[in-house]
């Protein structure tokens, strides 16, 4: 398998869940309260004698993730804080040894696996527990040592132990370097005992993909990304955080990665007893409404570079989706496109629209006065050969 065949499947499905869960659930301020309330391990540690999900269901949230549109699943193993969903031989501070008294993560990749979900899982290198983290390898050779090796162990379990894993999703990696965790030789035992794995970029190497974190950002031409982003403010469950997004701007988000050819993955955070807040509940189901008529339009999509006054396009072999997310009223103009258009239409519908091709531009016309979808109206231009962008620049000009 070459680098890009195993890359194929998550450049296609452009949409995933990312899902923070752990006993920060309890506390209710989000996964990092440990860290920014300075609360002490032996302070923080009886929140897993409390956590102990009741309503876990995880075939509900691969429900959801299919209702939603979402095509693969990236859990939360282990996050800073140092509790483990899973079992380890390495930590006491697990599931399965406090009051859940069970791994939770094994029920999860099996609800994916069941689904036919590729599911991920998310891994944080560092551990507040470690002082050594805080003093790093310099001036606690000993200590970091014993952290390196009890995260690799980690690893090598989530690698072993569940099945085949489609992505390992690192975290926590700063401010040290590839080196000083041993990621080189961390990822050569990944790929060996998961082959065909995705791997992210943040054990500080650049590995299959970059992740720019609460934005949108394109890398380079070729090179896979994923932005992640949470539904509301906060990734771990926050019950006070309700500045919730709309489906209006998690469709726009997500028609702005696949126009830079890149994935979203969309985050919930679960609350203690396993449950996922009706908010976000919401939101997804009617995102996955948008998609169930619009999805032609994102999944395996290519980087598109034509765009328009009132919103991104995106690209499939000599389709170009017109994504309108500010309604201009009777008349729209995509500019800059060079190739002959055969058709256009309504994605949703398939109503032809009258239209003119002058030079570059491309005069969609008659159109309704009010959008005939307030999310997103799909607009589809069938073209007649390879499409092909007018540089506005003499020496040409790369999107970036
Ligand atoms: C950051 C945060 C973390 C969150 C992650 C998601 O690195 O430390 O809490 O899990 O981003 O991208």
């Given at each position: 398998?070459?680098a890009?065949?195993?890359?194929?499947?998550?450049?296609?499905?452009r949409?995933?869940?990312?899902?923070?869960?752990?006993v920060?659930?309890?506390?209710?301020?989000g996964?990092?309260?440990?860290?920014?309330?300075?609360?002490p391990?032996?302070?923080?540690?009886?929140?897993?004698?409390?956590f102990?999900?009741?309503?876990?269901?995880?075939d509900?949230?691969?429900?959801?993730?299919?209702?939603a549109?979402?095509?693969?699943?990236?859990l939360?193993?282990?996050?800073?804080?140092g509790?483990?969903?899973?079992?380890?031989?390495?930590?006491?501070?697990?599931?399965?040894r406090?009051a859940a008294g069970?791994?939770l993560l094994?029920?999860?990749?099996?609800a994916?696996?069941?689904?036919?979900m590729?599911?991920?899982f998310?891994?944080?290198?560092?551990d507040?527990?470690?002082?050594a983290y805080?003093?790093g390898?310099?001036?606690?050779?000993?200590?970091?040592?014993?952290l390196v090796?009890?995260?690799?162990?980690?690893?090598?379990?989530?690698?072993?132990?569940?099945g085949?894993?489609?992505?390992?999703?690192?975290d926590?990696?700063?401010?040290?370097?590839?080196?000083d965790?041993?990621?080189?030789?961390?990822?050569?035992?990944?790929?060996?005992?998961q082959p065909?794995?995705?791997?992210?970029n943040r054990?500080?190497?650049?590995a299959?993909?970059?992740?720019?974190?609460?934005?949108?950002a394109?890398?380079?031409?070729?090179?896979?990304?994923?932005a992640?982003?949470?539904?509301?403010?906060?990734?771990?469950?926050?019950?006070?955080?309700?500045?919730?997004k709309?489906?209006?701007?998690?469709?726009?988000?997500?028609?702005?990665?696949?126009?830079?050819?890149?994935?979203?993955?969309?985050?919930?955070?679960?609350?203690?007893?396993?449950?996922i807040?009706a908010?976000?509940?919401?939101?997804?189901?009617?995102?996955?409404?948008w998609?169930?008529?619009?999805?032609?339009?994102?999944?395996?999509?290519?980087?598109s570079?034509?765009?328009t006054?009132?919103?991104m396009?995106t690209?499939?072999?000599?389709?170009l989706y017109?994504?309108v997310?500010?309604?201009?009223?009777s008349?729209?103009?995509?500019?800059?496109?060079?190739?002959?258009?055969?058709?256009?239409?309504f994605?949703?519908?398939?109503?032809?629209?009258?239209?003119?091709?002058?030079?570059?531009?491309?005069?969609?016309q008659?159109?309704p006065?009010?959008?005939p979808?307030?999310?997103?109206?799909?607009i589809?231009?069938e073209l007649?050969?390879e499409?092909?962008?007018?540089?506005?620049f003499?020496d040409?000009w790369?999107?970036?």
């Open positions: 398998m070459t890009c065949e195993h890359m194929r499947w998550w450049n296609e499905a949409f995933g869940m990312f899902i923070h869960w752990g920060y659930a309890i506390p209710a301020r996964e990092w309260v440990m860290h920014q309330e300075h609360i391990h032996a302070e923080y540690a009886p929140y897993a004698d409390q102990n999900p009741q309503c876990y269901d995880p509900a949230w691969v429900q959801l993730a299919r209702e549109g979402m095509r693969y699943m990236v939360t193993s282990r996050h800073h804080d509790y483990s969903l899973f079992d380890s031989s390495v930590s006491q501070f697990t599931a399965p406090r069970r791994d094994r029920p999860f990749v099996e994916c696996h069941r689904a036919q590729p599911v991920g998310y891994y944080s290198l560092l507040w527990r470690y002082p805080f003093a390898p310099r001036r606690d050779p000993a200590g970091w040592l014993e090796q009890y995260m690799h162990a980690q690893v090598r379990e989530l690698c072993t132990n569940y085949k894993l489609d992505i390992l999703w690192y926590g990696g700063w401010p040290y370097t590839a080196q965790w041993r990621s080189d030789e961390l990822n050569t035992m990944v790929r060996e005992l065909g794995i995705i791997i992210n054990a500080q190497l650049p299959d993909f970059d992740t720019p974190e609460q934005h949108v394109a890398s380079a031409p070729g090179r896979p990304w994923e992640c982003i949470t539904l509301n403010g906060s990734w771990g469950y926050n019950a006070a955080d309700d500045e919730w709309s489906p209006r701007q998690v469709v726009s988000t997500l028609v702005r990665c696949a126009s830079g050819g890149g994935n979203l993955l969309l985050n919930v955070g679960p609350r203690p007893d396993g449950t807040p908010e976000s509940e919401q939101i997804l189901r009617r995102v996955g409404e998609l169930d008529v619009n999805g032609e339009s994102i999944y395996g999509t290519d980087r570079p034509f765009f006054s009132t919103g396009t690209l499939r072999g000599k389709s017109v994504h997310l500010r309604w201009p009223g008349e729209l103009v995509v500019p800059r496109l060079l190739t002959p258009v055969s058709s256009a239409r994605l949703a519908n398939g109503e032809p629209i009258a239209w003119e091709q002058r030079g570059d531009r491309v005069f969609l008659e159109l006065a009010a959008a979808d307030d999310l997103d109206t799909v589809v231009l007649e050969g499409p092909r962008a007018l540089d506005y003499v040409g790369e999107q970036s």
